[in-house]
């Protein structure tokens, strides 16, 4: 399961909004669709389109890019310890 904030949710199906959060959960594999299915009857679940979810979530399509810092810091990290790369 991946388990995340439904952000963009008040565009997509404003009646499921609720200014406490969303959450957005992905079942992966029958474990994980068993999980939710033993837990469903105590939550308020809606199947959403995968596009709905992407067009707000984009690191569900695509990867992130790194900040141009992070080489740096694991290299300072490995040579010199944590307290330097910190």
Same mark, same amino acid.
Do not use: H
């Given at each position: 399961?991946?388990?995340?904030?439904?952000? /963009?949710?008040? &565009?997509?199906?404003? *009646?499921?909004?609720?200014?406490? %959060? @969303?959450?957005? @959960?992905? @079942?992966?594999?029958?474990? /994980?669709?068993?999980? =939710?299915?033993?837990?469903? &009857?105590?939550?308020?679940?809606? $199947?959403?389109? *995968?596009? $709905?979810?992407?067009? *707000?979530?984009? !690191? =569900?399509?695509?990867? %992130? &890019?790194?900040?141009? *810092? !992070?080489?740096?810091?694991?290299?300072? =990290? !490995?040579?010199? %310890?944590? &307290?330097?790369? =910190?």
């Amino acid at each position: 399961m991946t388990i995340a904030d439904c952000f /963009g949710i008040e &565009k997509q199906a404003p *009646e499921l909004y609720d200014s406490r %959060g @969303v959450s957005l @959960v992905i @079942v992966n594999t029958p474990k /994980g669709a068993a999980m =939710l299915e033993a837990i469903s &009857k105590d939550m308020n679940i809606s $199947e959403r389109p *995968e596009a $709905e979810i992407t067009a *707000e979530q984009q !690191r =569900l399509s695509a990867p %992130g &890019k790194f900040p141009p *810092e !992070r080489a740096a810091f694991w290299e300072t =990290l !490995r040579r010199e %310890g944590l &307290k330097a790369a =910190l």
